[in-house]
């Protein structure tokens, strides 16, 4: 007999809660305009990154041009240049060669990074096909 009263009373209970407060949804155009905002950081995010993962390539990549062409002048131009080479040019040599060496294997990974991105870009906007943001170069 007390567990029926008891039940009766939550049922009282959480229906008079239940007619207090109904269920309500936002409108429409609210849910759209969040879906709109996530998407919109997840894009600026990846765009952010591909555009600094390319600022960082185009220095890198001056930079190492630079670097070839001052090893290159340090090379010398003698057919026998290696055989009578100063120890002071061997080791700037050896200090190009280490500089052009590490500059041209980050190249590498930056550009895997960027064609990640990019592949990361593509897929989201081919997922949200009505996204339009005017600060993303499509």
């Known amino acids: 007999m007390f567990q029926l009263f008891l039940r009766a009373r939550a049922h009282n209970l959480l229906g008079s809660r239940r007619e207090d407060k109904g269920f309500k949804a936002r409108a429409v155009e609210r849910d759209a305009e969040t879906d709109r905002a996530r998407i919109g950081a997840v894009l600026a995010a990846i765009e952010t990154a591909l ?3 390319e600022r960082e390539q185009a220095g890198l990549n001056r930079r190492v041009d630079d670097a070839l062409a001052r090893a290159s002048v340090t ?4 057919t026998d240049e290696y055989l009578e080479r100063e120890p002071l040019d061997n080791y700037h040599q050896d200090l190009f060669a280490a ?15 960027i064609a990640h991105l ?10 949200f096909p009505d996204f ?3 600060q993303l170069n499509s």
Not at 75 to 78: A, C, E, L, R, T
Not at 99 to 113: C, F, H, P, V, Y
Not at 118 to 127: E, I, N
């Open 75 to 78: 090379f010398g131009n003698g």
């Open 132 to 134: 339009k943001s005017p």
């Open 99 to 113: 500089d052009i060496s590490n500059g041209q294997r980050r190249l590498k990974e930056l550009a895997s990074t």
């Open 118 to 127: 990019k592949f990361v870009k593509t897929a989201m906007l081919t997922r």
């Open 51 to 53: 555009q600094e993962a």
